[in-house]
């Protein structure tokens, strides 16, 4: 049973334009809600994250957008740009940090120059 | 954030033979965890470890197959034992940030089965 359902599987952007990621989970236990960025050969690094007592959180050009009622969040990332190209995760988890993560299946960015 | 380093950063192994895996923080944590990627997949974890308690496993995993240590609070080892090809993947270590809610990996350790 997947629980937290990530799409599209991949994605071509053009330099400047908006990429939009969306994830939705199923257990209504989860509290904290991460992205992380993977280049190739590296480890996945933790790029922004939201907890479910807002619906907005924006750290320059990335903003996760959360929508509790429909299980449903979503990462923006505006004047994309060709180093964005990356996979992109997303995950959920019950208590944060101190628990263990469930991931989406990936969405692998292309942003072309 | 927390520095984690691990070792070795990739290897290819024989088939039957076993590779210990170390993963070494900068600070103090007190949940490390151990997660697998198989090529181009999503991360699964393998098992949670705490300082002075053994190890909980998640549904797939057994100790007999990956045997963890957690000896200190900077410092953990995930044994592949008796590998396959099919264990062929990378392996992550990641720990709790110094802020709740936080939680960050190591650069991971490639390996290859033949």
């Known amino acids: 049973q997947q629980q937290v359902k990530q799409s599209p599987q991949s994605l071509i952007v053009q330099k400047g334009g908006i990429s939009i990621i969306n994830c939705a989970y199923e257990n209504t236990a989860f509290d904290y809600f991460p992205w992380y960025q993977q280049f190739p050969g590296k480890g996945p690094a933790l790029l922004i994250a939201?907890?479910?007592?807002?619906s907005e959180k924006k750290e320059g050009r990335f903003t996760i957008s959360f929508n509790k009622s429909a299980k449903q969040f979503s990462l923006h990332i505006m004047d994309s740009q060709p180093g964005d190209s990356a996979t992109y995760f997303c995950a959920a988890s019950k208590k944060g940090g101190s628990e263990k993560l469930v991931f989406g299946k990936g969405t692998k960015l292309t942003v072309n120059p | 954030s927390a520095v984690i380093s691990q070792k070795p950063s990739r290897d290819i192994c024989q088939r039957g033979t076993s590779l210990t895996i170390q993963c070494q923080v900068d600070?103090?944590?007190?949940?490390m965890f151990w997660y697998r990627q198989q090529p181009g997949q999503s991360l699964t974890l393998i098992a949670t470890a705490n300082q002075g308690s053994e190890a909980t496993y998640e549904s797939g995993f057994v100790i007999d197959k990956f045997p963890i240590s957690r000896p200190n609070l900077t410092f953990s080892t995930l044994t592949v034992s008796n590998m396959s090809p099919e264990d062929s993947s990378i392996y992550l270590c990641s720990v709790e940030g110094g802020k709740s809610y936080e939680q960050y990996f190591g650069p991971g350790t490639r390996l290859t089965v033949t």
């Open positions: 600070s103090q944590v007190t949940m």
């Open positions: 939201i907890r479910p007592d807002v």
